[in-house]
Protein backbone atom coordinates (compact mmCIF):
# COMPACT_ATOMS: atom_id res chain seq x y z
CA UNK A 1 0.00 0.00 0.00
CA UNK A 2 1.26 3.49 -0.86
CA UNK A 3 2.57 6.00 1.93
CA UNK A 4 -0.39 8.15 1.22
CA UNK A 5 -2.99 5.36 1.49
CA UNK A 6 -1.15 4.28 5.01
CA UNK A 7 -1.78 8.27 6.12
CA UNK A 8 -4.95 8.50 4.91
CA UNK A 9 -6.18 5.13 6.15
CA UNK A 10 -4.38 5.87 9.68
CA UNK A 11 -5.83 9.53 9.69
CA UNK A 12 -9.32 7.83 9.24
CA UNK A 13 -9.16 5.60 12.07
CA UNK A 14 -7.99 7.95 14.70
CA UNK A 15 -10.51 10.47 13.81
CA UNK A 16 -13.46 7.93 14.07
CA UNK A 17 -12.25 6.70 17.35
CA UNK A 18 -12.05 10.29 18.70
CA UNK A 19 -15.36 10.70 17.81
CA UNK A 20 -16.28 7.68 19.83
CA UNK A 21 -14.10 8.58 22.69
CA UNK A 22 -15.79 12.18 22.53
CA UNK A 23 -19.30 10.70 22.51
CA UNK A 24 -18.34 8.71 25.60
CA UNK A 25 -17.12 12.39 27.15
CA UNK A 26 -13.46 11.08 28.41
CA UNK A 27 -11.16 14.30 27.53
CA UNK A 28 -7.67 12.90 28.20
CA UNK A 29 -8.18 10.00 25.94
CA UNK A 30 -9.70 12.67 23.20
CA UNK A 31 -6.70 14.75 23.79
CA UNK A 32 -4.50 12.02 22.89
CA UNK A 33 -6.47 10.25 20.06
CA UNK A 34 -6.47 14.09 18.99
CA UNK A 35 -2.23 14.71 19.16
CA UNK A 36 -1.73 11.17 17.63
CA UNK A 37 -4.17 12.40 14.47
CA UNK A 38 -2.15 16.01 14.07
CA UNK A 39 0.49 13.79 14.06
CA UNK A 40 -0.49 11.45 11.18
CA UNK A 41 -1.51 14.91 9.67
CA UNK A 42 1.54 16.76 10.06
CA UNK A 43 3.67 13.72 9.17
CA UNK A 44 1.30 13.36 6.11
CA UNK A 45 2.19 16.93 4.88
CA UNK A 46 5.91 16.94 5.60
CA UNK A 47 6.26 13.51 3.30
CA UNK A 48 4.36 15.92 0.78
CA UNK A 49 6.63 19.00 0.84
CA UNK A 50 9.49 17.40 0.58
CA UNK A 51 8.72 16.78 -3.01
CA UNK A 52 8.23 20.68 -3.57
CA UNK A 53 11.85 21.88 -3.04
CA UNK A 54 10.88 25.05 -5.16
CA UNK A 55 8.72 25.71 -1.72
CA UNK A 56 10.82 27.76 0.66
CA UNK A 57 11.56 26.57 4.30
CA UNK A 58 8.91 29.60 5.78
CA UNK A 59 6.65 28.44 3.39
CA UNK A 60 6.75 24.81 4.48
CA UNK A 61 6.85 25.82 7.99
CA UNK A 62 3.82 28.37 7.21
CA UNK A 63 1.53 25.40 5.84
CA UNK A 64 2.47 22.83 8.54
CA UNK A 65 1.36 25.77 11.07
CA UNK A 66 -2.04 26.36 8.99
CA UNK A 67 -2.32 22.42 9.33
CA UNK A 68 -1.82 21.96 13.08
CA UNK A 69 -3.89 25.18 13.51
CA UNK A 70 -6.95 24.81 11.47
CA UNK A 71 -7.53 21.52 12.76
CA UNK A 72 -7.53 22.18 16.22
CA UNK A 73 -9.72 24.95 15.13
CA UNK A 74 -12.28 22.42 13.57
CA UNK A 75 -12.04 19.53 16.30
CA UNK A 76 -12.47 21.30 19.09
CA UNK A 77 -14.99 22.68 17.61
CA UNK A 78 -16.95 19.59 15.94
CA UNK A 79 -15.56 17.11 18.53
CA UNK A 80 -15.67 18.53 21.47
CA UNK A 81 -18.52 20.83 21.54
CA UNK A 82 -16.72 24.06 22.39
CA UNK A 83 -15.25 27.01 20.50
CA UNK A 84 -11.30 26.77 20.01
CA UNK A 85 -10.55 29.78 19.62
CA UNK A 86 -8.51 30.71 22.24
CA UNK A 87 -6.25 27.13 21.61
CA UNK A 88 -5.84 27.97 18.32
CA UNK A 89 -5.13 31.59 18.70
CA UNK A 90 -2.39 30.68 21.18
CA UNK A 91 -0.80 28.48 18.91
CA UNK A 92 -0.11 32.00 16.89
CA UNK A 93 0.82 33.89 20.05
CA UNK A 94 4.88 33.89 18.44
CA UNK A 95 3.60 36.10 15.30
CA UNK A 96 3.27 39.10 18.14
CA UNK A 97 6.88 38.48 18.85
CA UNK A 98 8.60 38.80 15.66
CA UNK A 99 10.45 41.77 14.75
CA UNK A 100 8.93 44.69 13.92
CA UNK A 101 10.05 47.35 11.74
CA UNK A 102 12.53 49.54 13.62
CA UNK A 103 11.77 52.97 11.16
CA UNK A 104 7.86 52.26 12.29
CA UNK A 105 5.98 53.93 14.88
CA UNK A 106 2.76 51.41 16.12
CA UNK A 107 0.12 53.36 17.91
CA UNK A 108 -3.21 51.50 18.88
CA UNK A 109 -6.45 53.50 18.50
CA UNK A 110 -9.85 52.25 20.64
CA UNK A 111 -12.93 53.01 18.40
CA UNK A 112 -16.61 52.96 19.41
CA UNK A 113 -16.64 49.86 17.00
CA UNK A 114 -13.18 48.27 17.29
CA UNK A 115 -9.40 48.89 17.82
CA UNK A 116 -6.75 49.93 15.08
CA UNK A 117 -3.19 49.71 15.07
CA UNK A 118 -1.71 53.21 13.22
CA UNK A 119 1.60 52.49 11.95
CA UNK A 120 3.30 55.50 11.02
CA UNK A 121 6.68 55.96 8.80
CA UNK A 122 9.34 57.77 11.11
CA UNK A 123 11.09 59.18 7.70
CA UNK A 124 9.32 61.23 5.06
CA UNK A 125 5.52 60.28 4.83
CA UNK A 126 3.16 60.10 1.73
CA UNK A 127 -0.46 61.25 2.30
CA UNK A 128 -1.93 58.28 1.02
CA UNK A 129 -3.14 55.67 3.50
CA UNK A 130 -3.51 52.35 3.38
CA UNK A 131 -5.69 50.41 5.74
CA UNK A 132 -5.16 46.80 5.77
CA UNK A 133 -7.76 43.76 7.26
CA UNK A 134 -5.83 40.80 8.21
CA UNK A 135 -6.65 37.19 6.80
CA UNK A 136 -7.55 34.25 9.47
CA UNK A 137 -10.60 32.87 8.27
CA UNK A 138 -13.15 35.74 9.73
CA UNK A 139 -11.97 33.83 13.15
CA UNK A 140 -8.53 33.59 13.82
CA UNK A 141 -5.76 36.35 13.38
CA UNK A 142 -5.58 39.94 15.48
CA UNK A 143 -3.93 43.17 13.88
CA UNK A 144 -1.09 42.65 17.29
CA UNK A 145 -0.29 39.39 15.63
CA UNK A 146 0.03 41.27 11.87
CA UNK A 147 2.04 44.50 13.25
CA UNK A 148 5.16 43.03 11.79
CA UNK A 149 3.50 42.28 8.66
CA UNK A 150 1.97 45.77 8.45
CA UNK A 151 5.02 47.52 10.07
CA UNK A 152 6.91 45.95 6.80
CA UNK A 153 4.30 47.31 4.64
CA UNK A 154 4.64 50.88 6.09
CA UNK A 155 8.27 50.83 5.88
CA UNK A 156 8.76 49.83 2.32
CA UNK A 157 6.01 51.96 0.84
CA UNK A 158 6.91 55.19 3.18
CA UNK A 159 2.66 55.24 3.61
CA UNK A 160 0.94 55.35 6.77
CA UNK A 161 -1.00 51.79 7.30
CA UNK A 162 -3.94 51.39 9.72
CA UNK A 163 -4.96 47.64 10.58
CA UNK A 164 -8.20 46.74 11.76
CA UNK A 165 -8.17 44.23 15.25
CA UNK A 166 -12.36 43.43 13.58
CA UNK A 167 -14.37 40.90 15.47
CA UNK A 168 -13.82 37.14 14.96
CA UNK A 169 -16.26 34.50 14.28
CA UNK A 170 -17.94 32.89 15.97
CA UNK A 171 -18.14 35.79 18.73
CA UNK A 172 -19.69 37.80 15.79
CA UNK A 173 -21.19 36.36 13.08
CA UNK A 174 -21.87 38.31 9.32
CA UNK A 175 -22.29 41.03 8.86
CA UNK A 176 -20.09 42.40 11.90
CA UNK A 177 -17.15 42.54 10.69
CA UNK A 178 -18.39 44.33 7.36
CA UNK A 179 -19.75 46.77 9.30
CA UNK A 180 -16.68 47.30 11.77
CA UNK A 181 -14.31 47.34 8.68
CA UNK A 182 -16.56 49.85 6.91
CA UNK A 183 -16.93 51.90 9.89
CA UNK A 184 -12.85 51.97 10.28
CA UNK A 185 -12.88 53.27 6.55
CA UNK A 186 -15.15 56.33 7.48
CA UNK A 187 -12.94 56.87 10.83
CA UNK A 188 -9.79 57.17 8.55
CA UNK A 189 -11.29 59.92 6.25
CA UNK A 190 -12.75 61.76 9.08
CA UNK A 191 -9.54 61.77 11.06
CA UNK A 192 -7.49 61.97 8.09
CA UNK A 193 -5.61 65.26 9.06
CA UNK A 194 -4.72 63.58 12.12
CA UNK A 195 -3.11 60.75 10.70
CA UNK A 196 -1.31 63.36 7.92
CA UNK A 197 -2.86 61.59 5.24
CA UNK A 198 -5.51 62.85 2.20
CA UNK A 199 -9.02 61.54 2.24
CA UNK A 200 -9.06 61.05 -1.02
CA UNK A 201 -6.09 59.01 -1.38
CA UNK A 202 -7.14 55.49 0.80
CA UNK A 203 -6.19 52.11 -0.43
CA UNK A 204 -7.85 49.16 0.71
CA UNK A 205 -5.82 46.40 1.23
CA UNK A 206 -6.41 42.53 3.31
CA UNK A 207 -5.19 39.12 2.93
CA UNK A 208 -7.40 36.09 2.55
CA UNK A 209 -10.71 36.41 4.32
CA UNK A 210 -9.24 39.99 5.34
CA UNK A 211 -9.13 40.38 0.63
CA UNK A 212 -12.81 39.16 0.89
CA UNK A 213 -13.76 42.41 3.40
CA UNK A 214 -11.14 44.42 1.62
CA UNK A 215 -12.97 43.85 -1.73
CA UNK A 216 -16.56 43.86 -0.02
CA UNK A 217 -15.72 47.03 1.18
CA UNK A 218 -15.02 48.40 -1.62
CA UNK A 219 -18.58 47.21 -2.87
CA UNK A 220 -19.85 48.50 -0.49
CA UNK A 221 -18.12 51.98 -0.27
CA UNK A 222 -18.71 52.50 -4.17
CA UNK A 223 -22.86 51.76 -3.53
CA UNK A 224 -23.26 54.37 -0.33
CA UNK A 225 -21.25 56.62 -2.61
CA UNK A 226 -24.07 56.47 -5.37
CA UNK A 227 -27.17 56.39 -3.09
CA UNK A 228 -27.87 52.97 -3.02
CA UNK A 229 -29.07 51.27 -0.07
CA UNK A 230 -27.05 48.05 1.33
CA UNK A 231 -28.59 44.55 1.63
CA UNK A 232 -30.40 43.53 4.79
CA UNK A 233 -28.65 44.22 8.20
CA UNK A 234 -26.35 46.90 6.20
CA UNK A 235 -28.91 48.96 5.62
CA UNK A 236 -27.94 51.91 8.63
CA UNK A 237 -24.58 52.16 6.91
CA UNK A 238 -25.74 54.17 3.56
CA UNK A 239 -26.47 57.20 5.72
CA UNK A 240 -23.11 57.22 7.42
CA UNK A 241 -21.25 57.47 4.11
CA UNK A 242 -22.71 59.34 1.14
CA UNK A 243 -20.62 62.64 2.25
CA UNK A 244 -17.36 61.11 1.95
CA UNK A 245 -14.55 60.43 -0.56
CA UNK A 246 -14.37 57.41 -2.97
CA UNK A 247 -11.51 54.92 -2.18
CA UNK A 248 -8.05 55.38 -4.58
CA UNK A 249 -8.05 51.53 -4.85
CA UNK A 250 -8.27 47.67 -3.57
CA UNK A 251 -5.18 45.42 -3.16
CA UNK A 252 -6.32 41.81 -2.86
CA UNK A 253 -3.82 39.05 -1.91
CA UNK A 254 -5.28 35.96 -2.14
CA UNK A 255 -9.01 36.64 -1.70
CA UNK A 256 -11.98 34.64 -0.75
CA UNK A 257 -14.93 36.08 -3.24
CA UNK A 258 -17.09 33.16 -3.65
CA UNK A 259 -18.09 30.05 -1.22
CA UNK A 260 -20.53 27.71 -2.84
CA UNK A 261 -18.07 25.98 -5.37
CA UNK A 262 -15.36 24.23 -4.03
CA UNK A 263 -14.77 21.30 -6.51
CA UNK A 264 -12.97 23.94 -9.19
CA UNK A 265 -9.13 22.81 -10.43
CA UNK A 266 -7.40 24.92 -7.66
CA UNK A 267 -9.38 23.55 -4.74
CA UNK A 268 -8.45 20.00 -5.90
CA UNK A 269 -5.17 20.60 -6.71
CA UNK A 270 -4.06 22.65 -4.19
CA UNK A 271 -5.85 21.61 -1.13
CA UNK A 272 -2.47 19.67 0.49
CA UNK A 273 -0.57 23.17 0.48
CA UNK A 274 -2.16 24.36 4.24
CA UNK A 275 -5.44 25.62 3.15
CA UNK A 276 -7.81 22.91 2.15
CA UNK A 277 -11.27 22.66 0.93
CA UNK A 278 -12.60 21.09 3.80
CA UNK A 279 -11.51 24.25 6.29
CA UNK A 280 -13.06 26.76 3.54
CA UNK A 281 -16.51 25.12 4.32
CA UNK A 282 -15.72 25.08 7.86
CA UNK A 283 -14.94 28.79 8.33
CA UNK A 284 -17.29 29.84 5.77
CA UNK A 285 -19.58 28.46 7.91
CA UNK A 286 -18.69 29.32 11.11
CA UNK A 287 -18.51 33.03 9.31
CA UNK A 288 -22.30 32.85 8.26
CA UNK A 289 -24.22 30.27 11.35
CA UNK A 290 -21.76 30.78 13.79
CA UNK A 291 -20.95 27.04 13.73
CA UNK A 292 -18.35 25.11 11.44
CA UNK A 293 -20.25 22.76 8.53
CA UNK A 294 -23.83 23.65 9.87
CA UNK A 295 -24.36 25.25 6.52
CA UNK A 296 -23.55 22.72 4.14
CA UNK A 297 -24.69 19.99 6.61
CA UNK A 298 -28.07 21.73 5.54
CA UNK A 299 -27.07 22.95 2.00
CA UNK A 300 -24.70 20.60 0.49
CA UNK A 301 -22.78 22.48 -2.22
CA UNK A 302 -23.52 24.39 -5.07
CA UNK A 303 -21.15 24.78 -7.68
CA UNK A 304 -23.56 26.25 -10.48
CA UNK A 305 -24.87 29.02 -8.16
CA UNK A 306 -24.11 32.04 -9.80
CA UNK A 307 -25.09 35.95 -10.34
CA UNK A 308 -27.48 35.25 -13.34
CA UNK A 309 -28.91 32.51 -11.49
CA UNK A 310 -33.00 33.28 -10.92
CA UNK A 311 -34.02 35.92 -8.94
CA UNK A 312 -32.95 35.99 -5.01
CA UNK A 313 -31.18 32.06 -5.99
CA UNK A 314 -31.77 29.03 -4.02
CA UNK A 315 -33.31 30.11 -0.37
CA UNK A 316 -33.23 27.23 1.03
CA UNK A 317 -32.16 27.63 5.31
CA UNK A 318 -28.92 29.61 4.24
CA UNK A 319 -28.35 29.67 0.94
CA UNK A 320 -29.40 32.86 0.21
CA UNK A 321 -26.69 34.41 1.85
CA UNK A 322 -23.72 32.60 -0.10
CA UNK A 323 -25.53 34.55 -3.16
CA UNK A 324 -24.95 37.99 -0.87
CA UNK A 325 -22.07 40.21 -2.59
CA UNK A 326 -21.57 41.29 0.80
CA UNK A 327 -20.17 38.33 1.67
CA UNK A 328 -19.35 37.21 -1.40
CA UNK A 329 -18.27 40.12 -4.07
CA UNK A 330 -18.12 37.56 -6.91
CA UNK A 331 -21.67 37.21 -6.67
CA UNK A 332 -22.47 41.11 -7.49
CA UNK A 333 -24.01 41.67 -10.86
CA UNK A 334 -22.96 44.81 -11.17
CA UNK A 335 -18.98 45.07 -10.59
CA UNK A 336 -18.22 48.42 -12.90
CA UNK A 337 -17.49 51.88 -11.07
CA UNK A 338 -15.02 50.26 -8.40
CA UNK A 339 -11.70 51.45 -7.74
CA UNK A 340 -8.31 49.64 -9.56
CA UNK A 341 -7.79 46.97 -8.02
CA UNK A 342 -3.92 45.11 -7.77
CA UNK A 343 -5.02 41.13 -7.13
CA UNK A 344 -2.13 38.61 -6.38
CA UNK A 345 -1.82 34.85 -5.58
CA UNK A 346 0.20 32.17 -5.59
CA UNK A 347 0.11 29.17 -7.86
CA UNK A 348 0.03 26.63 -5.28
CA UNK A 349 -2.61 28.55 -3.31
CA UNK A 350 -6.24 27.20 -2.95
CA UNK A 351 -7.68 30.72 -3.74
CA UNK A 352 -5.74 30.77 -6.90
CA UNK A 353 -9.42 30.25 -9.22
CA UNK A 354 -11.22 32.72 -6.71
CA UNK A 355 -8.70 35.50 -7.93
CA UNK A 356 -8.91 34.21 -11.34
CA UNK A 357 -11.87 34.77 -11.49
CA UNK A 358 -12.57 38.06 -9.90
CA UNK A 359 -9.92 39.53 -12.13
CA UNK A 360 -11.79 38.73 -15.03
CA UNK A 361 -15.32 39.50 -13.81
CA UNK A 362 -13.97 43.20 -12.42
CA UNK A 363 -11.99 43.71 -16.24
CA UNK A 364 -15.69 42.73 -17.86
CA UNK A 365 -16.70 45.34 -16.02
CA UNK A 366 -14.36 47.67 -16.96
CA UNK A 367 -12.47 48.07 -13.81
CA UNK A 368 -8.56 48.70 -14.15
CA UNK A 369 -6.60 45.20 -12.91
CA UNK A 370 -3.06 44.33 -12.07
CA UNK A 371 -2.86 40.66 -11.80
CA UNK A 372 0.39 39.38 -10.49
CA UNK A 373 0.55 35.45 -9.99
CA UNK A 374 3.76 34.18 -7.84
CA UNK A 375 5.21 31.77 -8.77
CA UNK A 376 5.81 28.41 -6.47
CA UNK A 377 4.03 30.68 -3.80
CA UNK A 378 1.00 28.75 -1.32
CA UNK A 379 -1.43 30.52 1.01
CA UNK A 380 -0.21 32.93 3.77
CA UNK A 381 3.16 33.67 2.24
CA UNK A 382 2.85 36.92 2.65
CA UNK A 383 2.80 36.65 6.77
CA UNK A 384 7.11 36.13 6.03
CA UNK A 385 8.13 39.48 4.23
CA UNK A 386 11.47 39.71 6.07
CA UNK A 387 12.28 36.26 5.46
CA UNK A 388 10.79 35.29 1.75
CA UNK A 389 11.60 37.50 -1.61
CA UNK A 390 8.21 36.41 -3.04
CA UNK A 391 6.67 38.36 -0.26
CA UNK A 392 9.22 41.40 -0.23
CA UNK A 393 8.30 41.51 -4.19
CA UNK A 394 4.80 41.55 -3.93
CA UNK A 395 5.07 44.59 -1.27
CA UNK A 396 7.53 46.63 -3.75
CA UNK A 397 5.04 46.04 -6.74
CA UNK A 398 1.92 47.00 -4.50
CA UNK A 399 3.41 50.30 -3.49
CA UNK A 400 4.52 51.02 -7.63
CA UNK A 401 0.60 50.20 -8.08
CA UNK A 402 -0.65 52.72 -5.55
CA UNK A 403 1.90 54.96 -6.44
CA UNK A 404 0.83 55.13 -10.19
CA UNK A 405 -2.79 55.67 -8.97
CA UNK A 406 -1.48 58.57 -6.72
CA UNK A 407 0.28 59.95 -9.57
CA UNK A 408 -2.97 60.00 -11.67
CA UNK A 409 -4.84 61.30 -9.40
CA UNK A 410 -2.78 64.24 -8.98
Not at 80 to 97: D, F, H, K, P, V
Not at 114 to 123: A, E, G, I
Not at 228 to 234: P, R, V
Amino acid sequence: MPLKSHFSFLAFFFRVAAFLIAFYYHPLLTSLILFLHLGFQCARKFHFLRRHPEITGHEKFMVMLMELTYSLEVWYVTVCGGCSRTLSQNLLWWLAYLPKSKHVDIEVVELDTCNVHVHRPRDTCSDTCIMYIHGGGWALGTAHYYDWTVSHIAEVTQKVVVSVDYTLTPHEIFPFGVKETYQTLLWIQDHASDLGVDPGKVVIMGDSAGGNLAAVISLLHRDVLEGGSAQGTLNGLAEQGQRYRPLLGQVLVYPVVQGHNFTHTSYSNNSIFGLSRNFMKFYTSMYITGSGYALFSEVGEHPELTPTSSGSFINTGHLDMLSNPYMFPLMSPDLGRLPPAFITVGDKDLLYDDAVWYTEALRKHGVRVVFHEVLSAVHGFMLFPRYTDKAGDVITRVNDFIDELTISKG
